[in-house]
């Protein structure tokens, strides 16, 4: 169990978890984070529906919640918003007070499906409603608070307000530092540094481009694709003037990353990529699903 904590939780994002998913229940989730966070959506999706059959309220929540944090990812709030819904419900169904370090407790899949909702409402536009719901999140475990800010940040810049995105992103990127987490620092520079891009002014436009071209390296690295083509995007489509070489090599490093998400992604993930207004056209290969919106949402977790 302590392998898997690290794989999803911890600083082995990169563990094997394959062997997990014949696992139990609490195994198989782990797992399933793990692989999402990698871009094997096609075998978490396979783990994630069985485990909201599995009649454990805790594990039905917390599998529900991940398995819509997956559709977002490929810009499917819409398909995410009745996945979080079970993940609430079943939450308040669950009968055991016990508690966890990372949040894998009643408290946390509370938390994880409300801010899941604020996600959705944000994703559709609805920022007041996103607010809301995010208000009624308590912060109890460290997985918890950067999430929270996570969706704090993305409320602002989805409100037009990137300098207010900055400090909830920065207090998110602290918490998993401390932590120890190295997806959740991952994300939380490319929350942070598309905050500061966004924000436009000279200095907070070169912190912010160091910050994700460090990032990207990491990524890279711990071959977490689902983080390696929007932060790899955010760089080429930010206030930046480049060559033409750095520009090309941007757009394969986002293109290649996509590639391999979509590769193995499960059908419906890929349905929804087809549709969302979220994936670039311009990032799409040959016999990829189509699209005509080169816009990004694609932060929201």
Known sequence: ??????????????????????????????????????????????????????????????????????????????????????????????????????????????????????????????????????????????????????????????????QRAVGPAETALRHAEAAGATRHVLKSKLVLGTALVVWGTPESVDRGVRLLQCDLNHTNYHGLSSLIWPTALVLLTGPVVRNSAETAELRETAANALSCVLRRADPISRRIAASSPWVPASLLRSGEPPNADAETNFLTD
């Open 1 to 162: 169990m302590d392998e898997l904590r690290a794989a999803a939780f911890g600083d082995r994002p990169g563990a094997d978890v394959w062997w997990a998913l014949t696992g139990t229940p609490r195994e198989r989730w782990l797992a399933a984070v793990a692989l999402g966070g990698r871009g094997h959506y096609a075998a978490a999706a396979t783990a994630l529906g069985a485990l909201l059959r599995s009649g454990d309220h805790l594990i039905v929540s917390l599998a529900a919640s991940t398995l819509a944090s997956h559709r977002r990812q490929l810009g499917g709030h819409t398909a995410a918003r009745p996945l979080d819904a079970l993940a609430l419900t079943a939450a308040g169904h669950i009968e055991t007070t016990t508690t966890d370090p990372d949040g894998v407790d009643p408290a946390g899949a509370r938390a994880d499906a409300l801010l899941g909702l604020a996600a959705d409402a944000l994703g559709a536009g609805r920022t007041d409603e996103a607010r809301r719901l995010h208000a009624r999140v308590t912060p109890y475990s460290w997985r918890t608070r950067v999430r929270h800010g996570w969706v704090a940040a993305e409320i602002e810049l989805g409100s037009g307000h990137a």
